[in-house]
């Protein structure tokens, strides 16, 4: 399928499975990521696409070619009705068309070559502008800037955060004093630790009131999937933190070659005073320089943690792209108040305070009556 695009790429367009990409698009996709630091995130991949391809039957790539050679990447999924969205939103940190520099497009037209109406963001980067006057909103991405040490944890800790470094290896040494020995280990491959994680994780949103991600079979099943790849520009990284035989926090998270995103983060309730989330944030941060690579993406949201380990702020967009046609009109008339109202309550600790109580009553109530 390929369409004609306006001057900015002459040549067309054509319309892919993600699942589908033959070896010599997926290699051009991962040079296009070598050559923009806009475009490192393991999110941008074509490996996070081709996996959320495996799960979700609309999920699509746009290539853009200019004289016969693939210069852009817009990964994305589409509805029966034409409503589009950013492949797997709600999920994916970072959300872009991924193309060489100096490429720029017409939205109206691209829109129209994968047959979408309207198309949906929530963490666009701050480069597309072609898509800049669709963006309702920007807001911050924390990430921290990785630096390679030869020294021990604990000088690296007190080197890097020294108002955090006392608190945090006094807790370390007391977990240790109480449970054991503490263990950290950066890549592991137990297949039963993603599923203990995956029950502690279930178990803190249905506390907090919140979506539990990992009740719908096919997150499940993607997760799964991107423990088993192991790929230069996306590999799915399990950590540990263990005092002793026994765990104590985990995460699971993707990471390329230049940066490593946090994801999914979740601990033993019952060891929630020695503050083990935090602990795994920073040994992962230690672990991740070691290993060569330069940023960890936090991801979008206000949370304490991410203020102590940030280093600086990137910023993403929210919105939705879209051209002449009823359906994006109902769309976005149905979508922005939504949006609208979840972001005036997580900008306002006034407002944030009350609701997130309100959800953790929620959520303690529907564990009393399960």
Not at 131 to 158: C, I, M, N
Not at 324 to 333: G, N
Not at 338 to 359: F, I, Q, S, Y
Request: with cysteine; aromatic share 10%.
């Amino acid at each position: 399928m390929s369409n004609s695009l306006s001057k900015s790429v002459r040549n067309r367009i054509t319309i892919h499975r993600p699942e589908e990409l033959g070896g010599e698009l997926r290699e051009a996709w991962h040079r296009v990521m070598d050559e923009s630091p806009d475009f490192g995130n393991p999110f941008l991949a074509p490996e996070f696409a081709a996996g959320v391809g495996k799960f979700r039957g609309g999920a699509r790539v746009a290539v853009l070619h200019e004289h016969g050679e693939p210069v852009g990447f817009f990964p994305y999924e589409r509805n029966a009705f034409g409503v589009g969205r950013a492949i797997g939103l709600g999920l994916s940190d970072c959300q872009a068309l991924v193309h060489r520099p100096g490429v720029t497009w017409d939205t109206g037209e691209l829109l129209r070559a994968c047959g979408l109406s309207v198309f949906e963001f929530d963490h666009l980067v701050d480069e597309q502008k072609p898509l800049g006057r669709y963006v309702t909103g920007t807001f911050a991405s924390p990430v921290v800037d990785l630096k390679v040490t030869e020294g021990t944890y604990p000088e690296w800790l007190r080197g890097a955060y020294p108002g955090l470094a006392k608190t945090v290896l006094k807790k370390e040494r007391r977990l240790a004093r109480d449970l054991g020995e503490l263990r950290f280990v950066f890549d592991e491959r137990d297949p039963g630790m993603l599923r203990q994680l995956m029950r502690w994780k279930s178990a803190q949103y249905r506390r907090t009131g919140r979506m539990d991600r990992f009740a719908r079979p096919w997150i499940v099943g993607l997760t799964d999937h991107f423990f088993q790849v192991r790929e230069e520009h996306f590999t799915g990284v399990l950590s540990v933190v263990y005092a002793g035989d026994r765990p104590v926090a985990a995460h699971f998270g993707p990471t390329s070659r230049t940066v490593f995103a946090a994801w999914f983060t979740a601990y033993d309730p019952e060891l929630r005073y020695y503050s083990p989330g935090l602990i795994m944030h920073l040994r992962m941060a230690e672990a991740a320089g070691r290993q060569g690579v330069h940023v960890m993406d936090l991801g979008r949201g206000d949370k304490e943690y991410k203020d102590w380990l940030k280093t600086r702020e990137l910023r993403v967009g929210e919105g939705f792209a879209y051209r002449p046609h009823p359906v994006a009109a109902t769309h976005r008339l149905w979508r922005r108040p939504v949006r609208g109202l979840r972001n005036t309550v997580l900008a306002h600790p006034r407002l944030r305070e009350p609701a997130d109580r309100l959800l953790k009553t929620v959520g303690g109530l529907r564990a009393k009556t399960r």
